[in-house]
């Protein structure tokens, strides 16, 4: 009788019941902060660089502060004192390793750099961008019209680049809607922050609607000087890189937007002329017409190397800086608790006949027609909703 507890004696069983699970939440609520984590939850980010890691997470805290100017105004003089004007003709150049943007605008007969702004974040390594959902921000050269200045969605102020372009679509890469926009999240676009992005998309607006049909974005792996191709020279990507050097040289020498063509499966460059435009849409040139003029037209026969081929031959992950790389990072996570026998037989069934009388509801009304009526309708079901919300939460 001892041994059964004390309880057990002058308590009936429904009681005991009682202390039993009134002990065991005491007992939760005491000990569950020191408790070990029921789950963790890995995330893998593929070809994250630290310095994009660090942008993002500043970004989230508030401390990235671009060196932009906030106010119309401010903006003006900022470009009076440079001696450019609103309405110039602009080139913007990327370059992903450095994760800067570069913002030219024509001042007499030659273009001088605005500014270089940071870019808060782009996705995948270096390389050109292969097919859709890659997550691979693209290489190459883009011409941007009035059209790609349309965007609507999320990024109101963003501009598509217009990937694939005509060079693209030769070697069958496939992608859309990849855009300079604000933000500090990308999917293979080039995410610039919104104040960052709103003075460049101000500025090439009014681009457009002055003396320049369109402008190009030269988008590089890297600043193409000979020392950074020369420690780039094993990647598969050299060959591809080669090209777009052409294109930076070319701008380098002259600061005017070079005259970009697509030969064979390759990017050809011609230097500015004077008096010429140079900044128009790409075009196919062939070898021996008299569009090639003064094209380089010396590598058009030779293919590009397809991927696979290319990386059939890649050296090792340690022996390679552009292969991919990938970040593991930990959260743990304590799993919820879950539902109750008592909360399921209660939430469960008044769930489902809420259900079942919003959709005999909603068949039983007929849309209104005019649009003071169709608001009163929206109105009226949201207060039916709401009210039977409430009625659950009881």
């Given at each position: 009788?001892?041994?059964?507890?004390?309880?057990?004696?002058?308590?009936?069983?429904?009681?005991?019941?009682?202390?039993?699970?009134?002990?065991?939440?005491?007992?939760?609520?005491?000990?569950?902060?020191?408790?070990?984590?029921?789950?963790?939850?890995?995330?893998?980010?593929?070809?994250?660089?630290?310095?994009?890691?660090?942008?993002?997470?500043?970004?989230?805290?508030?401390?990235?502060?671009?060196?932009?100017?906030?106010?119309?105004?401010?903006?003006?003089?900022?470009?009076?004192?440079?001696?450019?004007?609103?309405?110039?003709?602009?080139?913007?150049?990327?370059?992903?390793?450095?994760?800067?943007?570069?913002?030219?605008?024509?001042?007499?007969?030659?273009?001088?750099?605005?500014?270089?702004?940071?870019?808060?974040?782009?996705?995948?390594?270096?390389?050109?961008?292969?097919?859709?959902?890659?997550?691979?921000?693209?290489?190459?050269?883009?011409?941007?019209?009035?059209?790609?200045?349309?965007?609507?969605?999320?990024?109101?102020?963003?501009?598509?680049?217009?990937?694939?372009?005509?060079?693209?679509?030769?070697?069958?890469?496939?992608?859309?809607?990849?855009?300079?926009?604000?933000?500090?999240?990308?999917?293979?676009?080039?995410?610039?922050?919104?104040?960052?992005?709103?003075?460049?998309?101000?500025?090439?607006?009014?681009?457009?609607?002055?003396?320049?049909?369109?402008?190009?974005?030269?988008?590089?792996?890297?600043?193409?000087?000979?020392?950074?191709?020369a420690a780039h020279a094993e990647s598969p990507w050299a060959d591809f890189w080669r090209d777009l050097k052409a294109g930076y040289d070319a701008f380098e020498a002259t600061r005017l937007p070079p005259r970009i063509g697509v030969c064979g499966q390759r990017y050809t460059v011609a230097r500015?002329?004077?008096?010429?435009?140079?900044?128009?849409?790409?075009?196919?040139?062939?070898?021996?017409?008299?569009?090639?003029?003064?094209?380089?037209?010396?590598?058009?026969?030779?293919?590009?190397?397809?991927?696979?081929?290319?990386?059939?031959?890649?050296?090792?992950?340690?022996?390679?800086?552009?292969?991919?790389?990938?970040?593991?990072?930990?959260?743990?996570?304590?799993?919820?608790?879950?539902?109750?026998?008592?909360?399921?037989?209660?939430?469960?069934?008044?769930?489902?006949?809420?259900?079942?009388?919003?959709?005999?509801?909603?068949?039983?009304?007929?849309?209104?027609?005019?649009?003071?009526?169709?608001?009163?309708?929206?109105?009226?079901?949201?207060?039916?909703?709401?009210?039977?919300?409430?009625?659950?939460?009881?």
């Amino acid at each position: 009788m001892y041994r059964r507890g004390f309880a057990s004696i002058f308590l009936g069983p429904r009681a005991r019941h009682m202390i039993r699970a009134w002990t065991f939440a005491v007992l939760a609520l005491l000990v569950g902060p020191f408790a070990v984590p029921a789950a963790a939850l890995v995330i893998e980010l593929d070809d994250v660089a630290p310095d994009r890691v660090e942008r993002q997470r500043a970004f989230v805290r508030g401390t990235l502060q671009p060196p932009v100017a906030a106010e119309a105004s401010d903006l003006r003089a900022e470009l009076a004192a440079k001696g450019l004007v609103e309405g110039a003709p602009i080139l913007i150049r990327i370059f992903k390793a450095e994760s800067e943007l570069e913002l030219w605008m024509r001042k007499g007969n030659a273009y001088v750099l605005k500014a270089t702004y940071p870019i808060c974040h782009w996705t995948g390594t270096l390389g050109p961008k292969l097919r859709e959902g890659d997550k691979q921000s693209p290489e190459g050269f883009y011409t941007i019209g009035p059209r790609q200045m349309r965007h609507r969605g999320r990024w109101r102020d963003a501009f598509n680049l217009g990937f694939p372009n005509l060079h693209d679509k030769r070697l069958d890469r496939t992608g859309s809607y990849i855009l300079v926009h604000g933000g500090c999240s990308s999917t293979g676009c080039y995410a610039m922050t919104e104040p960052v992005q709103q003075v460049i998309y101000r500025l090439a607006a009014a681009a457009l609607r002055g003396r320049q049909p369109d402008f190009q974005v030269h988008v590089f792996p890297f600043r193409m000087t000979d020392a950074n191709m020369a420690a780039h020279a094993e990647s598969p990507w050299a060959d591809f890189w080669r090209d777009l050097k052409a294109g930076y040289d070319a701008f380098e020498a002259t600061r005017l937007p070079p005259r970009i063509g697509v030969c064979g499966q390759r990017y050809t460059v011609a230097r500015a002329a004077p008096g010429v435009r140079n900044d128009g849409p790409m075009t196919r040139v062939e070898p021996g017409t008299p569009s090639a003029a003064g094209f380089d037209t010396s590598r058009c026969g030779i293919p590009v190397v397809r991927p696979a081929e290319q990386m059939a031959d890649v050296p090792e992950a340690a022996g390679n800086p552009d292969t991919r790389m990938v970040a593991r990072v930990e959260r743990q996570e304590v799993a919820d608790a879950p539902p109750s026998r008592a909360e399921r037989r209660v939430t469960r069934p008044r769930t489902r006949a809420l259900g079942q009388q919003l959709r005999r509801a909603a068949q039983r009304q007929k849309r209104p027609r005019t649009r003071e009526a169709r608001r009163a309708h929206r109105e009226a079901m949201s207060k039916t909703y709401y009210r039977s919300l409430a009625g659950i939460s009881r």
